[in-house]
C-alpha cells in the first residue's frame, strides 16, 4: 500500500504546493514502509510529470491525461481519485481552492471523514490541525483504511525539486460526469511574485485610507524589497485591492520569510492567515494593535511617514 499526493498544476507547471504536500508524505511514510504516488490529471501535461518525476521522494507519478481533466473540475478529479483510492492508505492534497474543492468529494466517495488542513504528522494515523482561527490545536487520530487529508502548505518545508527518478505510468481516465463545466478564468498577471510562495511580503489594511494610498505608498516599499503585495479583510472589503490580495483564514495562509503588515490593526481572522512567517514587522499608530503581540519588530509611528523614510533608506 502506498500513499497518493494530487499534483497542483496549471498543464504546464507543478505548483510549490505539491512539494510541501509531498513533504508530508513523507512524513507520514516514516512511520511506514510504503512509496509515494504523485497523481497528475490534466490534459496535455506531459511537462508536468516530468517535473513531478523529479521530486525528491516520489517513486511513481501516475498520469491520467484526457481533454475533460484540462480545467480539473472537482467532480471528474474526484471520481478519477476514488476508482484508484482503495489502493492507498493516504490520499493528500494540497490546502488550496482545488484540493478543498475536489478531496471532501471523494472522502463523501469513500464514505471516510476528512482530515483538513495538517500542520504536523505524528504518526501514519494521527495528526495536527489548527481551529477556532488558529487559536487552539487538535490531534486527530483516524481509524479509517483510507485518510483523506488536505496540507496546510506552510506547516511543512517543500522537498527539492529536483533529485528523484520516479516512474511515470500512464493510467485510464475516467468519463467526463458532465457536472460542471468551466465558462471563463480572469486571472490578475503581475510581475511580482505570486502571493502564497512569496519570500516577502508587504500588506496594507484599513489604516491605508484608499486604493490610491495602498498603491503609491507600498508599491515602493514592495518594488525595494522584491516583495509580494497582500492586504488584509478590511482592505478589500474596502475595495482597496482585489480580493486574490487577502491575507487571512478566508484567503491566502501565507508563510513567508519576512512579512511586513503596515496599518493592520491585527484582527484573529488575519493573523490565522501570516502569523506562522518568520519575521513579522507591524507598522501601526495605535500602540495597543493587537498585531503587536504577533510581531517580532514593531513600530509604532503614523505609516504615511515612516513607510516612505523606510524606502528612502533602502
Known sequence: MSILVIAEHDNASLKA??????????????????????????????????????????????????AHYADQTAENLAALIHAYASGYT???????????????????????????DIISVLDADTFVRPIYAGNALATVKSADPVKVITVRTTGFDPVAATGGQATIEAMSAGPDL?????????????????????????????????????????????DKLGAAMGASRAAVDAGFVPNDYQVGQTGKIVAPQLYIAIGISGAIQHLAGMKESKVIVAINKDPDAPIFQVADYGLVADLFQAVPELVAAL
Open 17 to 66: 504546493a505539491t512539494l510541501n504536500t509531498v513533504a508530508a508524505a513523507a512524513k507520514i511514510n516514516a512511520s511506514l514502509t510504503s512509496e509515494i504516488h504523485v497523481l497528475v490529471a490534466g490534459a496535455t501535461c506531459s511537462a508536468v510529470a516530468s517535473q513531478a518525476a523529479a521530486v525528491a521522494g516520489v517513486a511513481k507519478v501516475l498520469v491520467a491525461d484526457a
Open 90 to 116: 493516504h490520499v493528500l492534497a494540497p490546502a488550496t481552492s482545488n484540493g478543498k474543492n475536489t478531496l471532501p468529494r471523494v472522502a463523501a466517495l469513500l464514505d471516510v471523514a476528512q482530515i483538513s
Open 178 to 222: 458532465g457536472l460542471s463545466k468551466l465558462l471563463g478564468r480572469e486571472l490578475s498577471k503581475s510581475a511580482r511574485p505570486e502571493l502564497a510562495a512569496a519570500k516577502i511580503i508587504v500588506s496594507g489594511g484599513r489604516g491605508m485610507g484608499s486604493g490610491e494610498n495602498y498603491h503609491t505608498v507600498l508599491e515602493p516599499l514592495a
